[in-house]
């Protein structure tokens, strides 16, 4: 069984740091494209960043480019969104989902996702 | 505002069909696939559709998609008061990367 479990959210203040963890189980975490998507309250899902199956190609919506790294450890079948310099604006459930194990980033879906990690950025 | 555009809401009565739009450019529908999600509330989004028109395993043929051009429609028929849910479609953009809609509220009266 496909598992997705994140971990790392909380309560921090702008400007802040936190770094989100998603640990994979129940498939080969290596084979596949690995994305983080986010939800504000009462708002729709919004596309944070991805990463493919080696680590080689990395994407991220603009509003996050410069202040969020994501990456990921195949060997403990691991994704991590480190997030600096955070803004109210980035308050959203976190979640972590599994892409495709094709080579085109495009070509994306996300059959399985986590629970999701509230983060909450306010002072 | 959404690079992918959906309606708010639709309604209809159990039993029913009902279809949501999605509609973009050239840079996200026009040249990858789409897919659907539903989210009931409270939970995670789950995968109803992908490669505009595939259904994975588990998923009714109650869902179907389709895609022409730059707009892309979820159709549901035989509506459950379980089928009550947020609908998200979801595709690549070439500038901007993953683009969801704003998602499409479905009652079922």
């Known amino acids: 069984e496909v598992q997705l479990v994140e971990s790392g959210g909380g309560l921090v203040q702008p400007g802040g740091s936190l770094r989100l963890s998603c640990a994979a189980s129940g498939f080969t975490f290596s084979s596949y494209w690995m994305s983080w998507v986010r939800q504000a309250p009462g708002k729709g899902l919004e596309w944070v960043a991805n990463?493919?199956?080696?680590?080689?190609?990395?994407y991220y919506v603009d509003s996050v480019k410069g202040r969020f790294t994501i990456s990921r450890d195949n060997a403990k079948n691991s994704l991590y969104l480190q997030m600096n310099s955070l803004r109210a604006e980035d308050t959203a459930v976190y979640y972590c989902a599994r892409d495709t194990t094709r080579i085109a980033v495009a070509d994306q879906y996300f059959q399985h996702w986590g629970q999701g990690t509230l983060v909450t950025v306010s002072s | 505002q959404s690079v992918l555009t959906q309606p708010p809401s639709v309604s209809a009565a159990p039993g029913q069909k009902v279809t949501i739009s999605c509609s973009g450019s050239?840079?996200?529908?026009?040249?990858?696939?789409v897919s659907w999600y539903q989210q009931l509330p409270g939970t995670a989004p789950k995968l109803l559709i992908y490669d505009n028109n595939k259904r994975p395993s588990g998923i009714p043929d109650r869902f179907s998609g389709s895609k022409s051009g730059t707009s892309a429609t979820l159709g549901i028929t035989g509506l459950q008061t379980g089928d009550e849910a947020d609908y998200y479609c979801g595709t690549w953009d070439s500038s901007r990367g993953g683009v969801f809609g704003g998602g499409t509220k479905l009652t079922v009266l």
């Open positions: 050239s840079s996200n529908i026009g040249n990858n696939y």
């Open positions: 990463i493919k199956q080696d680590g080689s190609e990395k």
